[in-house]
């Protein structure tokens, strides 16, 4: 009975979570605020619901692969979504008009293909060694 209600509330909190993540595609203004908040909600939804799974089941072999994917779903999902927004960034997808912070500007160099830690004037190429 208690595995029964602990199924339940890891699978409806999954499914929250995605449900979450589906509205966050549809009401988010820019890419960088769908892509993050798709990934994390996504990610915890997908876990809760594996989580739901092992408990489900109770046999080692499912609850052995059913982790190890949580495992490297919260692995991968936070470092591909960074890679995308840099990549997306730095390929001149705008951000929301609305926008107040944007930590890359002015260290970019599109021509040198250079991020550097500290703002660059335009004028002025620098040489990496």
């Known amino acids: ?51 739901s799974t092992v408990l ?17 779903l919260f692995l991968t999902s936070p470092i591909s979504a960074q890679l995308l927004g840099r990549i997306s960034y730095f390929s001149g997808i705008p951000l929301w008009k609305k926008s107040v912070l944007d930590d890359l500007k002015g260290q970019y160099d599109k021509e040198s293909k250079v991020l550097s830690s500290e703002e660059q004037d335009p004028n002025t190429h620098t040489e990496n060694l």
């Open 56 to 72: 489900y089941f109770g046999d080692l072999a499912v609850a052995t692969k059913a982790l190890a994917i949580v495992f490297f």
């Open 1 to 51: 009975m208690i595995v029964d209600t602990l199924i339940l509330f890891f699978s409806g909190v999954g499914v929250l979570f995605i449900l979450i993540a589906s509205i966050g595609i549809v009401r988010m203004p820019d890419f960088y605020l769908r892509l993050s908040v798709t990934v994390k909600a996504s990610t915890l939804g997908v876990g809760f619901v594996l989580l």
